[in-house]
């Protein structure tokens, strides 16, 4: 110590110039010298704080962690930062705390070991290093809401996409019914003006001819023509209502109709008009023992379902062949098979049957418009049913009908 106050002038003309704090402390522990500059950081007069316990200088907090360091540091002995990696804190003469850099030089003069301090007060510093962390927390919540406003905005775009998708896609299905409908109704004309001209030129002839039996013993070919000009109405009726069929399906306009009625009715009727357009030597088979066989179903479009399907096995048919029409209840299924010896369907052809249009090569000597085997595979799907066939060329065809059904079997 006495060096220090021996030797005072001389530290003074070293230290005073420097800005840190120097402060030099004894191996006790005891401050031997500070310089202006420490003594104006801590709030001290000049001199004041020599013969001191350096410990007057930390907070109280500190003191008992800053003893193991001191001792630590005196067995290393080398110069070096101290603190590193914690905040240091010195504490005023007014009690004040406040954030401290200190960097440790040891020395020794004539045999005595001092440690001497070089403490810089960056309160202002870490007040800036404060202000820059908050600013950084406000900027990263500031990035984080704008990220979320951005994740929502994405969110609501995605939405928006699929609500245009969905439209776009209803604009196109509606414009697609509406081209169909239009193809529709072009075919119409177009078949008209084809499959109507020959019946229609039936229908005349025989009303021309009608006109000139005027005998009484004509009668007989008086109902022959009759009888021809009913088949072709008749057939023309068909198409129409087949086309009604495919435009009220294609519109979405078809509304069944349940009701319980006697299967013999609807089989009794389809076969009826069948029977009027057989040809030489074809007859009709079909079930006689049904009349107990209420079913609760479409009327009208089972009827048009068979009806379909019988005329095309008579139609497909030659002279002198059977048609055989099958009804068979099981659980609450209704089978029909409807069986001919026709023609048969070619069988590269079979997977196109039930297009709509579509008509087989060895079909097109006889006369139709594709559509009715369409019709009744809508109509059947739509009241949870299926129709399938199996056919060879040359040998027949068998169309079955599934329908799901609850019998009321008539005791
Ligand atoms: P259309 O009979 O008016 O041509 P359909 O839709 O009823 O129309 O039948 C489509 C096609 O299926 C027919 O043109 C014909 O080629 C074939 N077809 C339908 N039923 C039979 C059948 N019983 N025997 C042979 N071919 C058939």
Same mark, same amino acid.
């Given at each position: 110590?006495?060096?220090?106050? #021996?030797?005072?002038?001389?530290?003074?003309?070293?230290?005073?110039?420097?800005?840190?704090? @120097?402060?030099?402390? +004894?191996?006790?522990?005891?401050?031997?010298?500070?310089?202006?500059?420490? +003594?104006?950081?801590?709030?001290?007069?000049?001199?004041?704080?020599?013969?001191?316990?350096? !410990?007057?200088?930390?907070?109280?907090?500190?003191?008992?962690?800053?003893?193991?360091?001191?001792?630590?540091?005196? &067995?290393?002995?080398?110069?070096?930062?101290?603190?590193?990696?914690?905040?240091?804190?010195?504490?005023? &003469?007014?009690?004040?705390?406040?954030?401290?850099?200190?960097?440790?030089?040891?020395?020794?003069?004539?045999?005595?070991?001092?440690?001497?301090?070089?403490?810089?007060?960056?309160?202002?510093?870490?007040?800036?290093? !404060?202000?820059? &962390?908050?600013?950084?927390?406000?900027?990263?919540?500031?990035?984080?809401?704008?990220?979320? $406003?951005?994740?929502?905005?994405?969110?609501?775009?995605?939405?928006?996409?699929?609500?245009?998708?969905?439209?776009?896609?209803?604009? *196109?299905?509606?414009? *697609?019914?509406?081209?169909?409908?239009?193809?529709?109704?072009? #075919?119409?004309?177009?078949?008209?003006?084809?499959?109507?001209?020959?019946?229609?030129?039936? @229908?005349?002839?025989?009303?021309?001819?009608?006109?000139?039996?005027? *005998?009484?013993?004509?009668?007989?070919?008086?109902?022959?023509?009759?009888?021809?000009?009913?088949?072709?109405? #008749?057939?023309?009726?068909?198409?129409?209502?087949?086309?009604?069929?495919?435009?009220?399906? $294609?519109?979405? &306009?078809?509304?069944?109709?349940?009701?319980?009625?006697?299967?013999?009715?609807?089989? !009794?009727?389809?076969?009826?008009?069948? +029977?009027?357009?057989?040809?030489?030597?074809?007859?009709?088979?079909?079930?006689?023992?049904?009349?107990?066989?209420?079913?609760?179903?479409?009327?009208?479009?089972?009827?048009?379902?068979?009806? !379909?399907?019988?005329?095309?096995?008579?139609?497909?048919?030659?002279?002198?062949?059977?048609?055989?029409?099958?009804?068979?209840?099981?659980?609450?299924?209704?089978?029909?098979? @409807?069986?001919?010896?026709?023609?048969?369907?070619?069988?590269?052809?079979?997977?196109?049957?039930?297009?709509?249009?579509?008509?087989?090569? +060895?079909?097109?000597?006889?006369?139709?418009?594709?559509?009715?085997?369409?019709?009744? *595979?809508?109509?059947?799907?739509?009241?949870?049913?299926?129709?399938?066939?199996?056919?060879?060329?040359?040998?027949?065809?068998?169309?079955?009908?599934?329908?799901?059904?609850?019998?009321?079997?008539?005791?």
């Amino acid at each position: 110590m006495k060096v220090f106050a #021996k030797n005072n002038n001389i530290f003074n003309l070293l230290t005073e110039a420097v800005s840190e704090g @120097i402060i030099i402390v +004894n191996e006790e522990q005891v401050i031997v010298a500070t310089n202006g500059s420490a +003594n104006d950081i801590f709030g001290y007069k000049e001199q004041e704080l020599v013969g001191q316990k350096l !410990n007057i200088l930390i907070p109280q907090k500190y003191h008992h962690n800053h003893k193991n360091h001191f001792e630590d540091f005196g &067995k290393h002995s080398e110069k070096r930062k101290m603190g590193k990696g914690r905040d240091l804190y010195g504490i005023r &003469k007014d009690g004040t705390e406040f954030p401290v850099e200190a960097g440790l030089n040891p020395f020794t003069i004539y045999g005595h070991n001092y440690i001497m301090a070089l403490v810089i007060d960056i309160t202002e510093r870490k007040e800036k290093e !404060n202000q820059i &962390k908050e600013l950084n927390i406000a900027l990263e919540k500031k990035i984080e809401k704008r990220t979320e $406003e951005l994740r929502q905005t994405i969110e609501e775009l995605k939405e928006e996409v699929k609500l245009r998708m969905e439209a776009e896609a209803k604009i *196109k299905e509606s414009l *697609k019914k509406e081209q169909d409908l239009n193809e529709l109704k072009t #075919k119409f004309l177009s078949l008209v003006s084809h499959e109507f001209k020959t019946p229609l030129s039936g @229908i005349l002839t025989s009303t021309t001819l009608i006109g000139k039996y005027t *005998k009484t013993e004509q009668q007989e070919k008086r109902d022959k023509h009759l009888s021809t000009i009913k088949n072709k109405v #008749k057939f023309l009726d068909n198409i129409l209502n087949d086309f009604l069929s495919v435009e009220r399906l $294609e519109s979405g &306009k078809v509304k069944y109709k349940f009701t319980k009625f006697p299967l013999s009715k609807v089989v !009794n009727e389809v076969v009826y008009d069948a +029977n009027m357009l057989l040809k030489d030597g074809q007859r009709i088979k079909y079930p006689k023992d049904i009349d107990d066989h209420i079913i609760d179903f479409d009327e009208k479009i089972l009827e048009l379902i068979l009806t !379909n399907l019988i005329r095309n096995a008579v139609k497909y048919s030659g002279e002198n062949t059977t048609i055989d029409l099958q009804a068979i209840f099981e659980n609450d299924l209704l089978t029909f098979h @409807i069986v001919d010896q026709g023609i048969g369907i070619p069988k590269k052809e079979q997977i196109y049957i039930f297009k709509r249009y579509f008509r087989a090569e +060895n079909a097109l000597l006889d006369q139709g418009t594709g559509i009715g085997l369409n019709i009744v *595979k809508s109509h059947v799907e739509n009241l949870g049913g299926t129709v399938t066939f199996k056919s060879k060329e040359n040998y027949g065809s068998t169309f079955t009908v599934q329908i799901p059904i609850t019998n009321n079997h008539n005791q």
